[in-house]
């Protein structure tokens, strides 16, 4: 069983950055697919980056350039560096996690794909 808890959104003008952050705890030592989703009112869900155990990444091309998705594994920690944020990001963010030891590219697959396990509950990040 994995908790995750996200931390850090708010609400900041075009062009501002933001840091979100999600705890995540682990009862085993399975290696984890990490990634952040966003879900804006009235729209689908997005995959918005992942990682995987490795370190390596990937991003939706909406992102891409200007958000950094990183992992703590001492701290149990997953964070979002989001800058040079537009009004098309105001959404709920999600941190999610699978039990899988596999790439960026493979996590983000499964990410949009709807196969991680588990999530938080979100943080809301609104960009006027």
């Known amino acids: 069983h994995v908790q995750l808890v996200e931390s850090g959104g708010g609400s900041v003008q075009a062009g501002q950055s933001l840091n979100l952050s999600c705890t995540f705890s682990?009862?085993?030592?399975?290696?984890?697919?990490l990634g952040w989703v966003r879900q804006a009112a009235g729209k689908e869900r997005e995959g918005v980056a992942a990682i995987g155990r490795d370190g390596s990444t990937r991003y939706a091309d909406s992102v891409k350039g200007r958000f950094t998705i990183s992992r703590d594994n001492a701290k149990n920690t997953l964070y979002l560096q989001m800058n040079s944020l537009k009004p098309e990001d105001t959404a709920m963010y999600y941190c999610?996690?699978?039990?899988?030891?596999?790439?960026?590219?493979?996590?983000?697959?499964?990410?949009?794909?709807?196969?991680?396990?588990?999530w938080g509950q979100g943080t809301q990040v609104t960009v006027s």
């Open positions: 999610a996690a699978a039990r899988f030891a596999g790439s960026g590219d493979y996590c983000y697959t499964r990410l949009i794909s709807g196969g991680f396990d588990y």
């Open positions: 682990t009862y085993d030592h399975y290696d984890y697919c």
